[in-house]
């Protein structure tokens, strides 16, 4: 990875910022960017090399504007080899007592945030001979539970996206990556919306005791490193993509009554 120039969003805390150490110490040219413009200053000078990091704040809400910070992202070493779709918000509340506002929140950040990035940066890409795409999408994007029903559809749009887009770049020496984290030790559930918007300001008991980032991230390099399609990181969860693959009905009924928070 060095000299390669790596694209990462929602690198201020949790899987961006361990994938941000992570790159730095191959050696790889960095663009940080999430909305937290201290955090990313702080993730820079703590990079094995800070002067090859560069921050980029932005709010990926606001999709208008992501054309844009594509360009100026680009301009910065003149190319990007790796984008990284890392940030996002998830949610902890029922679809019935959720307002629509906070749904198309959660839809805005979490799809359409990642789709207008990775379309800006795919000409530049082809133009260039070639390039990576990784989405960090969850294992609640294979499948659902309680509280996330939001969440899980953005997510779950992510695979139907960026399977489609993949078969159609394929010749073009693109490669996409879809991660699948399970419980990870982040501030995802401190921050995760409830049924009004407002963050639930605490972490759950399993991501509390999930796998910690940093580990998570060295899976999701090696995954990237392999060119897989796909990957899921985690505990003993990862096993309910299997389930619900070979059996369905059975999943539906364990996942009704599982302790879910």
């Known amino acids: 990875m060095k000299n390669s120039v790596v694209w990462i969003t929602g690198a201020s805390s949790g899987i961006g910022e361990a994938l941000a150490y992570n790159y730095s110490a191959q050696g790889a040219k960095l663009?940080?960017?999430s909305r937290n413009r201290d955090e990313l200053f702080r993730v820079k000078m703590a990079c094995k090399n800070p002067a090859l990091v560069h921050v980029l704040s932005?709010?990926?809400?606001n999709t208008e504007s992501l054309p844009q910070k594509a360009a100026d992202a680009i301009r910065i070493f003149g190319r990007i080899d790796l984008l990284i779709n890392s940030g996002g918000?998830?949610?902890r509340s029922l679809a019935i007592d959720t307002n629509l506002e906070t749904e198309e929140k959660l839809m805005r950040v979490n799809f359409w945030g990642t789709v207008a990035l990775s379309k800006a940066v795919l000409p530049t890409m082809i133009a260039q001979g070639g390039g990576h795409i990784v989405c960090i999408s969850s294992l609640v994007g294979k499948f659902g539970t309680k509280l996330r029903s939001a969440y899980s559809a953005s997510k779950h749009a992510l695979h139907g996206y960026f399977d489609s887009l993949r078969s159609e770049v394929f010749d073009k020496n693109i490669n996409i990556t879809i991660a699948c984290p399970?419980?990870?030790?982040?501030?995802?559930?401190i921050n995760a919306l409830t049924a009004d918007g407002s963050a639930q300001g605490t972490m759950d008991?399993?991501?509390?005791?999930?796998m910690s980032s940093e580990a998570c991230a060295g899976e999701m390099v090696n995954a990237i490193k392999k060119k897989k399609e796909e990957v899921y990181i985690g505990g003993k969860e990862v096993k309910g993509v299997l389930f619900k693959r070979l059996l369905p009905e059975r999943f539906s009924k364990y996942i009704r009554k599982a302790n879910v928070t």
Do not use: M, R
């Open 182 to 189: 399970g419980y990870i030790k982040t501030n995802v559930t």
């Open 205 to 210: 008991e399993a991501q509390a005791n999930g």
């Open 31 to 33: 663009i940080i960017s």
């Open 89 to 91: 918000i998830s949610q």
């Open 58 to 61: 932005f709010d990926l809400e």
